[in-house]
C-alpha cells in the first residue's frame, strides 16, 4: 500500500462503528456504539477516555483482532473489514507488551519478518536497524524475563518496527512503567514517531499524557465519541460537560444557573481584584481549604450568586499574591470570555446567557 | 507473612516467639497426618515389596524366608517375562506418544468456542472417568461379539474373517489394548495441555496474529514451544497408567490369546496372588519401579523449568 | 489512488478477504469435525451399551423381534448384586472422600499458608506418590490388610485408596487455596479473629467449590480402582462396582452381557457428567498452578 502520495485519503477511518458482545451474566454490551473517526497521515492521534470506554476495543477493531458488529475500518484508503491483521499493515503494541517469552529479543523481533517470508539478510538488517533505533542493540541476546519494563516496551516497539506499517498502534503504552520513567519515555515515544512518520493511534486514560503526546485527541465514554480536536480546542472549548471534566486537572467547575450548567476552569477563576474590571463575573467564594503545589495555591470552596451554592477549585498562580485565609469570604471572579456554558440536562456545549457582573 | 513482626521490648519478643513457634508447630500438624499416612501405606510396602523380590514367600507358606537371587533368576529364565517387559514398554511408548498427539489436538479443539461444547466435553470425559473395568468391559462386548458395530465395520472393511474377533489374534489383541488405552488417557491429556494453553497470556496470540503468523507458524513457533512443559506432564502422567495398569488387559482379553498381552502387573498378579507366588510377583512388580523413577525425574526437571518463568 | 491502481487494489483486497474468510470457514468446520467425531468415539462403546441394553437379545441370531425391552435393566437389579455393589461402592467412596479431606485439607492449607523451607519439597514429593503405579505395592499391602485383619472387607479399601487420592487432592486443594489472596486472611486476622478462625470463616467458604470439585474427583478416583479392589476383596457381596460387575461374567452366561453393559452404563454416565460440571474449574487451577513460587 503506497502511502507517501495519498494525501487525499486518511490514514484510517472507522465509519458508524458498533461492537456489541455478550458480558458476563447473558447481558449484552455496546462496546462501540456507532463510532466515527478518522486519522490523517503522520498524525499522532490519542484516543482518550475511561476505563470501559471503549478505546481498547475500538483500537483492537482497527487491527483486526476483533470484528465490528457494524460499520466499516478503512486503512490507507481500502475498505478492511474481514481481513486478518497481517494484511492491514498495522502494527500493535499492547499494554502487557506481549513479547514471546521463550524467544530471545533478536528473535522477537524477527519473527514478522519470518512469517512474512522476507530473506534472511533482509531479515538481519531490518532488526539491526529496529534495534538501533530504538537503542537496545546490546540486548539482542537476551530474553524478556531478563529485561526491566521500559525495554521489554522497547523490544515491543521494534517488532512493530520492523513491519513497516502504515499504522501504529499503541494500547497504554506507559501504564506499565513507574512515575519517573513514564515522563521520560513519554518524550521519547513522541520523538520516535516524529523519526518515523507513521501514523499513530494512541489509547490512555491520562488526561495529561494525552494533552502532551497529541497531534489531535479524541474523547470517548461509553462507546461514543465525544470530541475531536487538537488539545487546545479539547481544552478551551469543550463540547460537554463530560470532556470538560474530564480534561484537565483540576477539573473545570460547573455552577448550576438554570437550564444551563456554567462553566469556568480553576485557573481562571482569580480573586475579582486580579481580573480586569470591565468583562468579568464575580461570585463570592467562602474558602474551606487551601493547597500549596508547586508554586500554586489551590482554594477550595463555596461559590453562591451565580447558581446553586456549589463547591469549587481555583487555581491561583504565584505570581498572585492576594492575601487569602482559609474561613473568610472573598470576591473571586473569571473573564467572560472564559466561560463555557452546557445545557444542564444534556450536558450539551449550549449558547451563552447573560450574567450580571 | 506480616504477623508479627520487630517488636522492641521483651514483651514483644516473647509473643513474636510464641506465635513463630506455633506456626511452625501448626504447619508440623497439618502434614504431618498425610506424610504418615503416606509413608505407611505407600513407602514401606514399597519396601516389603523389595523384600519380597528377595523372598520365598508365597501364600501357603507366607512366613518370610530369604532367598537371595532366586526369583530373579527364575523369571530371566521365563520365556512370558520377556515377552512381558517388551510387550509392557512397547505398549506403553505407542500409547504415550499416541494419546499426547490426540490429547494435543483435543485440548485445542475443546477451548474453541461453539455450540454443543457441554456435550461434548462431558462425552469426552467417559472415558477417563469410567471405571477402568468398566470401560474395559464394554470394549471387550464392542469388540468381541458378533454383530457389534466395530464388528460389521472391520468385517466391510475385509479386515475380519470368519467368526473371530480382534481380540482372539495375538497382532489385533494387542492393537486393541493399546487402543483401549489411549481411549481412555486421551482426556486427561487433553486437560492437562487445555491448561497449559490457557496459561499462555492472550497478549501473546495478539501479537502472533499482529505479527502475521498464519496458523502452522503459530503452532510450531508459539504454542508448542510453550506447552512443552505442560505436555512432559501429560506424558509422564499416561506413562505411568499405562504402565501400570492391569485392569484393561485382565478384563479385556484376560492375557491372552495365550498370554501374547500379559502386561508386566497383570503377569505380576498373575504370579503373586492367583499362583500365590509372593517373591516372584513382587520380584516382576519390581521391573515397574525404572519407569517410575524416570517420570519423576521428567516431573522434576518440568517443576524446576516451570519455577524460573516470570 | 488512480482509476487502474485502485481498482487492481480493491481486487486484490477482495481476494484476500474471501481468503481470509474461507480460512475462517476451514477452521470452524474442522473444530466442529474433530470435536464431533471425538465425543462420538469417546462415547461409542456407552452409545453401544446404552442401545443393547433396550435391545431384544436374540442370541446372535437372526432378529425378529422388534421394539425396546426393559428385561435386562429388570435382570440388572434382580439378578445381579448390582444394587450391592452401587451401595459398595458409595459406601467406600464416601468413607474415602472423608479420609481424603481430612488429611489434604490441613496439608494443603501447611503448604500454602505457613511457609516453611521443606514446603515446596514436600509438596512435590507428595504429588510424585501419585505416580507410583499401585502394581508395585498391592502384594505388600494385601499382607498389611490381611495382619490388620481387613482381609476381604470394604474397610481394606477405605484404608489403601487415599494413597491414591491424596496426593492429587493435596495438589488440587493447594491451587485452590493459593487463588485466594492471602489479604484477605490478614484482614481477618487485624479484625480479631485468630489465623484459624480467619481461615475458617472467610477462606474457607471461598475455597468450597474448589472443595466440592476435589470430593467429585475423589469420589471418581476410588470409583475406578481396580487393582486393590480385586487383591483385598473377593466376596461377591462385597465388591465395589469397579470389580464386582465383571466378577458377574465370571459364571460365563452370554446372557449376561447386556445385562452387565447395562450395569456399566448406569455408572459411567452420572460420573462423567458430575465431573464435567468441575471440568474449568480444574482446568483453573491447573492453570493458575500449584507450581508458582
Not at chain 1, 479524541?218 to 471534566?245: H, K, M, N
Not at chain 2, 488387559?249 to 498370554?259: A, E, F, H, N, S
Not at chain 3, 485439607?105 to 507410583?132: C, Q
Request: charged share 20%; proline share 6%.
Amino acid at each position: 500500500m503506497r502511502r507517501r502520495d495519498e494525501s487525499a485519503t486518511k490514514a484510517v477511518e472507522a465509519k458508524a462503528l458498533v461492537k456489541v458482545y455478550q458480558g458476563p451474566r447473558d447481558k449484552r454490551v455496546r462496546a462501540l456504539d456507532g463510532v466515527d473517526l478518522s486519522s490523517n497521515h503522520s498524525e499522532y492521534l490519542v484516543l482518550l477516555g475511561p476505563s470501559g470506554c471503549g478505546k481498547t476495543t475500538l483500537l483492537r477493531t482497527i487491527a483486526g483482532l476483533e470484528r465490528p458488529t457494524e460499520g466499516e475500518v478503512h486503512i490507507g484508503g481500502q475498505l478492511v473489514n474481514g481481513l486478518p491483521p497481517r494484511i492491514r499493515r498495522v502494527a500493535m503494541v499492547l499494554q502487557s507488551y506481549a513479547l514471546y517469552p521463550h524467544k530471545t529479543v533478536h528473535d522477537n523481533i524477527e519473527f514478522p519478518l519470518k512469517a512474512e517470508h522476507v530473506p534472511r539478510h533482509l531479515r538481519e538488517r531490518k532488526v539491526r536497524w529496529a534495534a538501533d533505533l530504538l537503542g537496545i542493540p546490546d540486548l539482542l541476546s537476551r530474553r524478556p524475563r531478563q529485561l526491566s519494563g521500559g525495554e521489554r516496551q522497547r523490544v515491543a516497539l521494534a517488532r512493530a518496527l520492523v513491519r513497516e506499517p502504515a499504522v501504529f498502534l499503541l494500547d497504554e503504552p506507559l501504564s506499565g512503567l513507574d512515575a519517573k520513567l513514564r515522563a521520560t519515555t513519554r518524550d521519547e515515544l513522541k520523538r520516535f514517531q516524529r523519526q518515523i512518520g507513521t501514523a499513530t493511534i494512541y489509547v490512555t486514560h491520562d488526561q495529561e499524557e494525552a494533552m502532551g503526546l497529541a497531534d489531535r485527541v479524541a474523547v470517548l465514554e461509553a462507546g461514543r465519541l465525544r470530541q475531536v480536536g487538537t488539545p487546545r480546542d479539547i481544552y478551551d472549548e469543550p463540547a460537554d460537560t463530560f470532556v470538560a471534566t474530564f480534561v484537565g486537572a483540576p477539573p473545570m467547575n460547573l455552577v448550576q444557573r438554570g437550564d444551563r450548567l456554567v462553566g469556568f476552569r480553576p485557573e481562571h477563576l482569580l480573586p475579582a481584584e486580579n481580573v480586569a474590571y470591565d468583562s468579568r463575573v464575580t461570585m463570592p467564594l467562602r474558602i474551606e481549604r487551601m493547597e500549596y503545589l508547586s508554586g500554586d495555591r489551590h482554594v477550595y470552596g463555596t461559590v453562591t450568586r451565580i447558581g446553586l451554592e456549589t463547591r469549587v477549585i481555583a487555581r491561583l498562580p504565584a505570581t498572585v499574591i492576594t492575601p487569602l485565609a482559609v474561613g473568610e469570604t472573598h470576591e473571586f471572579a473569571v473573564p467572560t470570555d472564559r466561560l463555557r456554558f452546557f445545557d444542564a440536562e444534556y450536558g450539551t456545549r449550549a449558547a451563552p446567557v447573560r450574567i450580571g457582573g | 507473612m506480616a504477623v508479627g513482626d520487630r517488636g522492641g521490648d521483651r514483651a514483644g519478643a516473647g509473643q513474636k516467639a510464641r506465635l513463630a513457634d506455633r506456626e511452625g508447630f501448626l504447619a508440623w500438624a497439618f502434614l504431618l497426618p498425610s506424610i504418615v499416612y503416606l509413608t505407611v501405606l505407600v513407602v514401606a510396602p514399597f519396601g516389603l515389596t523389595v523384600a519380597f523380590a528377595f523372598s520365598r514367600s508365597t501364600s501357603e507358606a507366607p512366613s518370610y524366608r530369604f532367598a537371595g537371587l532366586r526369583n530373579f533368576r527364575a523369571i530371566f529364565g521365563d520365556h512370558a517375562f520377556w515377552r512381558s517387559l517388551i510387550d509392557t514398554l512397547a505398549l506403553t511408548a505407542v500409547s504415550t506418544v499416541l494419546v499426547v498427539a490426540f490429547g494435543t489436538i483435543l485440548a485445542n479443539v475443546l477451548l474453541a468456542d461453539f455450540r454443543f461444547r457441554r456435550t461434548v466435553r462431558t462425552a469426552v470425559l467417559l472415558p477417563w472417568t469410567t471405571p477402568v473395568a468398566l470401560s474395559a468391559i464394554s470394549w471387550r462386548w464392542l469388540l468381541g461379539s458378533a454383530g457389534s458395530p466395530v464388528d460389521r465395520i472391520l468385517r466391510e472393511a475385509s479386515l475380519l474373517h470368519g467368526g473371530e474377533s480382534p481380540l482372539a489374534r495375538a497382532p489385533s489383541a494387542m492393537v486393541s489394548v493399546v487402543a483401549v488405552h489411549v481411549w481412555r488417557l486421551t482426556p486427561l491429556a487433553a486437560v492437562i495441555v487445555m491448561a497449559g494453553l490457557a496459561a499462555i497470556p492472550r497478549g501473546v496470540w495478539d501479537a502472533a496474529h499482529l505479527d502475521g503468523a498464519g496458523f502452522w507458524r503459530r503452532f510450531f513457533g508459539v504454542t508448542l514451544p510453550l506447552t512443552l512443559p505442560v505436555t512432559a506432564v501429560a506424558a509422564v502422567f499416561t506413562a505411568a497408567f499405562t504402565v501400570g495398569d492391569m485392569a484393561v488387559v485382565r478384563v479385556l482379553t484376560g492375557g491372552g490369546p495365550g498370554d501374547s498381552t500379559q502386561v508386566l502387573p497383570a503377569l505380576a498378579y498373575l504370579h503373586g496372588v492367583d499362583r500365590g507366588d509372593a517373591g516372584s510377583g513382587a520380584a516382576i512388580a519390581l521391573f515397574l519401579f525404572p519407569l517410575f523413577l524416570a517420570g519423576v525425574m521428567v516431573v522434576l526437571r518440568v517443576m524446576r523449568r516451570m519455577g524460573h518463568r516470570p | 489512488m488512480n482509476g487502474l491502481a485502485a481498482r487492481t487494489a480493491a481486487r486484490e483486497m477482495g481476494r484476500q478477504r474471501r481468503m481470509a474468510a474461507a480460512q475462517q470457514v476451514a477452521v470452524r468446520v474442522t473444530v466442529y469435525a474433530v470435536a464431533v467425531a471425538a465425543a462420538l468415539v469417546c462415547a461409542a462403546p456407552f452409545l453401544w451399551g446404552l442401545v443393547s441394553a433396550f435391545e431384544h437379545d436374540t442370541g446372535g441370531s437372526a432378529r425378529t423381534v422388534r421394539g425396546p425391552t426393559t428385561e435386562h435393566v429388570r435382570l440388572l437389579f434382580h439378578s445381579t448384586p448390582f444394587a450391592t455393589l452401587v451401595v459398595n461402592t458409595l459406601v467406600v467412596g464416601g468413607l474415602v472422600v472423608v479420609v481424603t479431606l481430612a488429611l489434604a485439607l490441613p496439608a494443603a492449607y501447611a503448604l500454602t499458608r505457613l511457609h516453611r523451607s521443606w514446603g515446596t519439597p514436600a509438596g512435590i514429593a507428595i504429588l510424585l506418590v501419585y505416580l507410583v503405579p499401585p502394581s508395585l505395592l498391592f502384594l505388600s499391602l494385601s499382607r498389611v490388610v490381611a495382619t490388620l485383619g481387613l482381609a476381604d472387607s470394604f474397610w481394606s479399601l477405605v484404608l489403601v485408596y487415599p494413597t491414591v487420592t491424596v496426593p492429587v487432592s493435596v495438589w488440587l486443594l493447594a491451587g485452590f487455596l493459593r487463588a485466594v489472596p492471602v489479604d484477605i486472611e490478614e484482614q481477618a486476622m487485624v479484625d480479631g479473629h485468630s489465623r484459624l478462625g480467619a481461615f475458617v470463616r472467610v477462606v474457607a467458604p471461598l475455597v468450597l467449590p474448589g472443595v466440592a470439585a476435589v470430593v467429585v474427583l475423589t469420589f471418581t478416583l476410588a470409583a475406578g480402582e481396580f487393582t486393590y479392589a480385586l487383591t483385598f476383596v473377593w466376596s461377591g457381596a462385597r465388591m465395589p462396582v469397579s470389580t464386582g460387575l465383571p466378577a458377574v461374567l465370571g459364571s460365563g452366561d452370554p446372557a449376561l452381557w447386556r445385562t452387565v453393559q447395562t450395569g456399566a452404563v448406569l455408572v459411567a454416565i452420572p460420573l462423567a457428567v458430575a465431573c464435567g460440571l468441575f471440568l474449568d474449574r480444574f482446568v483453573a487451577v491447573l492453570v493458575v498452578g500449584p507450581d508458582r513460587d
